[in-house]
Nanobody, 123 residues
Framework: QEQLAESGGGLVQAGGSLRLSCAAS????????MGWFRQAPGKEREFAAA????????YYADSVKGRFTISRDNAKNVVYLQMNSLKPEDAGVYYC????????????????WGQGTQVTVSS
């Protein structure tokens, strides 16, 4: 059974950094686009970043551009989200998603999601 498991969340002060990981299992995800979404309390889930299966193209929401970096290691079936210069508005649950179509992934339409990892940013 295919699964995505996020880790690396936690409490950090504003201006700090965190690196999230998403470990894929159950099948190889090396041909899948991967993405990160986030959801703050009382708000809808929103797109943060995505990466094509080969890792050659990345996409970012304007709100995280220049501060977040998505990357992947296909040999390990892991995708990362390096988050720098964190702001209180970056807080929320971060979800990993995977799919064969990068546009579906970016739009949050893939069927494969992890359970999420909590990120808290103190001001």
């Amino acid at each position: 059974q295919e699964q995505l498991a996020e880790s690396g969340g936690g409490l950090v002060q504003a201006g700090g950094s965190l690196r999230l990981s998403c470990a894929a299992s159950g099948r190889t995800f090396s041909r899948d686009a991967m993405g990160w979404f986030r959801q703050a309390p009382g708000k809808e889930r929103e797109f943060a970043a995505a990466i094509t299966w080969g890792g050659t193209t990345t996409y970012y929401a304007d709100s995280v551009k220049g501060r977040f970096t998505i990357s992947r290691d296909n040999a390990k079936n892991v995708v990362y989200l390096q988050m720098n210069s964190l702001k209180p508005e970056d807080a929320g649950v971060y979800y990993c998603t995977a799919g064969r179509d990068i546009d579906y992934v970016r739009r949050g339409l893939s069927h494969t999601w992890g359970q999420g990892t909590q990120v808290t940013v103190s001001s």
